[in-house]
């Protein structure tokens, strides 16, 4: 599998404002997806990043909120805008070839206060 | 849809001990990919096995071993006499095999204590 790196790992963000998280990729990956884990749950995938156009987002989610880049095959970003104490969670970014198993990043803990 | 059950919430065993995780499945795919994953306290997911809908054999890796029944949409977890640094979240999941996306179960806690 590929290393996933996530910048920041952590942060405590001011409510209204917004973060961008960076997933970076060491080899190109086919698929990128970005996953939720609230405080003491499971994940829930927020969306498909797609290479060169817009991310294809699960129910409950929407651009707006949780706007996804993804430029190339080995990078993409997901932005949580106009933050409230709810967005508290760990965001974890996914990569996979097809066939394969998923491989994830460490996570970024957000916090807002 | 597709739905994963993880009925336990929380075991704890003293080292040593075996450790059977139950994931309980549901998916109107045909083919499918089924996963389970640990979580450590350091917070990141790390794979441990997949097994694809159309193999049914059981196999053991170590101290992991599976048990997979599609007939009861079942595909258990076992550890072998657990370790302390077995202490996690361990996650089922399953995928479809056309968008790969992961529904995972609510996880089970293992505690093992020395």
């Known amino acids: 599998s590929a290393v996933i790196s996530q910048k920041p790992s952590r942060d405590i963000c001011q409510r209204g404002t917004s973060l961008t998280i960076q997933c970076q990729v060491d080899?190109?990956?086919?698929?990128m997806f970005w996953y939720r884990q609230q405080p003491g749950q499971s994940l829930t995938l927020i969306a498909t990043a797609n290479q060169g156009s817009e991310a294809t987002y699960e129910s409950g989610f929407v651009i707006d909120k949780f706007p996804i880049s993804r430029p190339n095959l080995t990078f993409s970003t997901l932005t949580v805008s106009n933050m409230s104490p709810e967005d508290s969670s760990i965001y974890l970014c996914?990569?996979?070839?097809?066939?394969?198993?998923?491989?994830f990043g460490q996570g970024t803990r957000l916090t807002v206060v | 849809a597709q739905k994963v059950t993880q009925a336990q919430t929380e075991i704890s065993v003293v080292e040593k001990e075996d450790v059977t995780l139950d994931c309980v499945y549901e998916?109107?795919?045909?083919?499918?990919?089924l996963f389970w994953y640990k979580q450590p306290p350091s917070g990141e997911l790390v794979f441990l096995i997949r097994?694809?809908?159309?193999?049914?054999q059981n196999e053991i890796s170590g101290r992991y071993s599976w048990n997979f029944q599609k007939s009861t949409s079942s595909f258990n977890f076992t550890i072998t006499a657990s370790q302390v640094v077995d202490s996690a979240v361990y996650f089922c999941?399953?995928?479809?095999?056309?968008?790969?996306?992961?529904?995972f179960g609510a996880g089970t806690t293992v505690t093992v204590r020395a």
């Open positions: 097994r694809n809908s159309f193999d049914e």
């Open positions: 999941a399953l995928s479809g095999t056309n968008d790969y996306k992961l529904s």
């Open positions: 998916t109107r795919d045909t083919t499918y990919y």
């Open positions: 996914s990569g996979k070839w097809a066939g394969t198993e998923a491989f």
């Open positions: 080899s190109q990956v086919t698929m």
